[in-house]
């Protein structure tokens, strides 16, 4: 972050080490990576550890929250309603609507990825009562509040080449006030210098990242992650011999990004301000 002088204004949050929130249920690790503590607006990001046999309690949110899985196989339960989700997987659960989660195999952990649209996420216990609906693979029905995106079945685009992206929740997708996605990078892809007007968080979920912010180096790997304030050119390399992949979310209803010269990432050129014509990468 920074102020008039120009500190440094992005925080690298490192995964490694880190406390799980003291009201986490037993057997459950839920970890805050991106919140208003960082300076954010509008978004915050996190992840969440399941053990064998633990189960969250079932709860809602005062906020939209998307949930992607990043290792290992997922049982949701909403209102009831159950489905099987697997790597890559995104669920959508509207604000106040009640949800609870368990691992969906007898060993190993579950790993997933939680953002919300407020940078101070907020938990409530929902007692509450619903007759059971087993629905495994399936998706939701056109009445049913919760959205479901399989990874395996959406159109992946490559925003450069060799950076492979695929969009898992936005407004369009049924979720409200953030949208983000995963990003699969092969050996030397990288992405463009760029900025966006609403703020950023990159977790890095697979291999190892190079991420550059206004002449400053950083090196991301196993769920760290990057928070980039609105106006602030950035980009991410992969200069490793192995994939790299990441989830990206932002504070904003879709996607979107301006392309600006290469220089500014790398710090040869001092940053203007947002108030800079849009510009093609040198």
């Not at 249920?25 to 990001?45: E, M």
């Not at 189960?55 to 949930?67: F, G």
């Not at 997933?112 to 938990?123: L, V, Y």
Request: proline share 7%; charged share 20%.
């Amino acid at each position: 972050m920074t102020d008039a002088s120009g500190a440094v204004r992005e925080t690298i949050v490192s995964a490694q080490g880190r406390e799980a929130d003291p009201d986490s249920p037993p057997g459950i690790g839920l970890y805050r990576l991106v919140t208003a503590a960082c300076g954010a607006t509008g978004l915050s990001t996190g992840i969440a550890r399941i053990g064998p046999g633990a189960q969250m309690p079932y709860h809602c949110h005062p906020n939209s929250e998307a949930i992607t899985i990043i290792a290992g196989r997922a049982r949701f339960v909403v209102e009831g309603r159950a489905y099987r989700l697997h790597a890559g997987d995104c669920i959508h659960i509207p604000a106040g609507v009640a949800h609870t989660v368990r691992s969906d195999r007898p060993a190993g952990d579950l790993m997933a990825h939680w953002a919300f649209s407020t940078a101070m996420p907020a938990r409530e216990g929902a007692e509450r009562s619903f007759p059971g609906e087993e629905r495994g693979d399936g998706n939701p029905t056109d009445s049913d509040p919760e959205t479901i995106v399989r990874y395996d079945r959406l159109a992946v685009y490559e925003l450069a080449k060799n950076a492979f992206f695929l969009d898992l929740f936005s407004r369009r997708l049924g979720m409200e006030g953030i949208c983000g996605g995963h990003g699969r990078f092969l050996p030397g892809a990288s992405l463009p210098c760029h900025t966006h007007d609403f703020d950023e968080s990159i977790t890095i979920v697979e291999g190892a990242a190079v991420c550059w912010v206004e002449g400053r180096r950083y090196e991301l790997g196993a769920c760290d992650t990057a928070y980039i304030p609105k106006g602030i050119p950035h980009r991410f390399l992969n200069q490793s011999a192995s994939e790299m992949s990441m989830i990206w979310v932002y504070a904003a209803d879709e996607p979107d990004r301006r392309i600006v010269n290469a220089k500014y990432c790398s710090g040869e050129l001092a940053w203007p301000g947002a108030a800079l014509a849009e510009e093609e990468p040198a």
